[in-house]
């Protein structure tokens, strides 16, 4: 049968580099990933590989460049795209910026919010991001321009009143079995919907997303009851005068009170737990997804990654929208990161950005990783200077920021 034709085995290519980064596993000084037929066959230094696979095979050298897997942003609104004037300003508070959110979003028109998302997408892919995980509620990412398996769209749902509550489940009733799903937030979701996703997203083992303790206006309204939130609900016309704070006091206990907090619930930002919490994060097993660039610009404080690794918990990370953040970029994510928790090893920094992302969205047998039987798409970055160990290379992919401008293969 002829090389490109239907059912044919197309011959390994392999590619090159002065490093390798699998991720899972060291670097490979001098090392090469074998390719066929949009799948990894291999990974290893480039002398054994050219032992293993003998003659016939088409080689591409990518000099000065280090290998890594696609990043993964595991978390974005490109709907809010057009709105990228307000992640460039400082708010007055997470209340506030939520208000300003909702004034804005409505005054473009579906076009150019359309165009903004889809441009937003491109910029991301041009800085290395392979899959993204998209949140939305405007129906705009079922537009066929957006239509890519590497686009893991989540429609989302809120009702915090009870009017609000049944407008929701009627939306959730309708929505095609295929469509994924996430929860917004615990202060702006009534616990009946809150129950209805779950059960939805675990009838379909799905993840399932909600943004979870961001703010200490988040917290203080689990206390209280009062406090910018619900100044927020009472402003929006959604305030419903019989609700009480939980016994639990606080959003991640009462969402384990609830049955929620389990290996399937993807918490975002999660900046505000304690030592409590984030022992009952581990022990429930839950996914979670930082967003440092976000929490920086909307001003409410730094989640504790130290305490979430020794809990042995692995975070993804995301960029949330351009309506809070000036740029969607993980290598700007992982300097941030490196800048808030010098601590954190390099290594781990740069398995957030790829290997936990991969699992945070159940894509792991695509993503995350260079090893066999992955999808043959992945980056070669130039590095700066010949590097001399797997440190530095390490180094610079976590703290070079702007200075990296990765290509692609595959």
């Known amino acids: 049968m002829a090389a490109g034709s239907a059912?044919?085995?197309?011959?390994?290519?392999?590619?090159?580099?002065?490093?390798?980064?699998?991720?899972?596993?060291?670097?490979?000084?001098?090392?090469?990933?074998?390719?066929?037929?949009?799948?990894?066959?291999?990974?290893?230094?480039?002398?054994?590989?050219?032992?293993?696979?003998?003659?016939?095979?088409?080689?591409?050298?990518?000099?000065?460049?280090?290998?890594?897997?696609?990043?993964?942003?595991?978390?974005?609104?490109?709907?809010?795209?057009?709105l990228a004037?307000?992640?460039?300003?400082?708010?007055?508070?997470?209340?506030?910026?939520?208000?300003?959110?909702?004034a804005e979003r409505g005054r473009a028109t579906a076009q150019e919010a359309t165009t903004a998302a889809l441009a937003a997408l491109a910029a991301m892919r041009g800085r290395g991001i392979g899959l993204v995980g998209d949140i939305g509620n405007s129906g705009m990412t079922t537009d066929a321009r957006f239509a890519d398996p590497a686009l893991c769209c989540f429609h989302e749902?809120?009702?915090?009143?009870?009017?609000?509550?049944?407008?929701?489940?009627?939306?959730?009733?309708?929505?095609?079995?295929?469509?994924?799903?996430?929860?917004?937030?615990?202060?702006?979701?009534?616990?009946?919907?809150?129950?209805?996703?779950?059960?939805?997203?675990?009838?379909?083992?799905?993840?399932?997303?909600?943004?979870?303790?961001?703010?200490?206006?988040?917290?203080?309204?689990?206390?209280?009851?009062?406090?910018p939130v619900r100044d927020l609900l009472l402003q929006r016309g959604v305030w419903k005068p019989d609700w009480r704070p939980p016994a639990q006091g606080n959003p991640i206990r009462w969402l384990d009170h609830l049955g929620l907090l389990d290996e399937k619930l993807l918490c975002v930002h999660v900046v505000q737990a304690q030592a409590p919490e984030v022992e009952l994060l581990a022990r429930r097993r839950a996914r979670l997804c930082l967003c440092p660039g976000s929490n920086q610009a909307l001003g409410v404080g730094r989640p504790p990654l130290p305490a979430y690794l020794a809990a042995g918990l692995l975070p993804a990370l995301g960029t949330d929208s351009l309506a809070s953040n000036p740029q969607l970029c993980l290598w700007h994510e992982m300097a941030l990161l490196r800048r808030d928790h010098p601590g954190v090893e390099p290594a781990t920094v740069f398995a957030m950005a790829t290997q936990a992302g991969a699992r945070a969205l159940e894509r792991e047998g695509d993503w995350g990783a260079l090893v066999p039987g992955r999808r043959a798409r992945f980056l070669a970055v130039p590095l700066p200077v010949a590097a001399g160990g797997a440190a530095e290379v390490l180094e610079f992919l976590t703290s070079g920021d702007e200075a990296i401008v990765p290509g692609w293969i595959g």
């Open 157 to 227: 749902f809120l009702g915090f009143s009870a009017q609000g509550a049944q407008r929701a489940l009627a939306t959730l009733a309708a929505l095609p079995p295929q469509r994924d799903i996430s929860a917004h937030a615990p202060y702006s979701t009534a616990e009946s919907l809150l129950l209805a996703l779950c059960r939805r997203a675990r009838q379909q083992d799905r993840v399932l997303p909600i943004h979870l303790a961001e703010s200490p206006e988040e917290m203080e309204f689990f206390v209280s009851g009062g406090g």
């Open 85 to 102: 004037d307000l992640g460039r300003e400082a708010p007055a508070g997470f209340c506030d910026w939520i208000l300003r959110v909702i």
């Open 7 to 82: 059912g044919s085995v197309q011959p390994p290519t392999v590619h090159r580099a002065p490093w390798v980064l699998p991720v899972l596993g060291p670097a490979i000084a001098d090392g090469a990933v074998a390719v066929a037929n949009g799948r990894i066959l291999a990974v290893d230094t480039s002398h054994r590989l050219r032992h293993t696979l003998g003659a016939g095979v088409d080689w591409q050298d990518h000099a000065g460049c280090v290998l890594t897997p696609a990043l993964v942003n595991a978390h974005c609104h490109l709907e809010l795209s057009h």
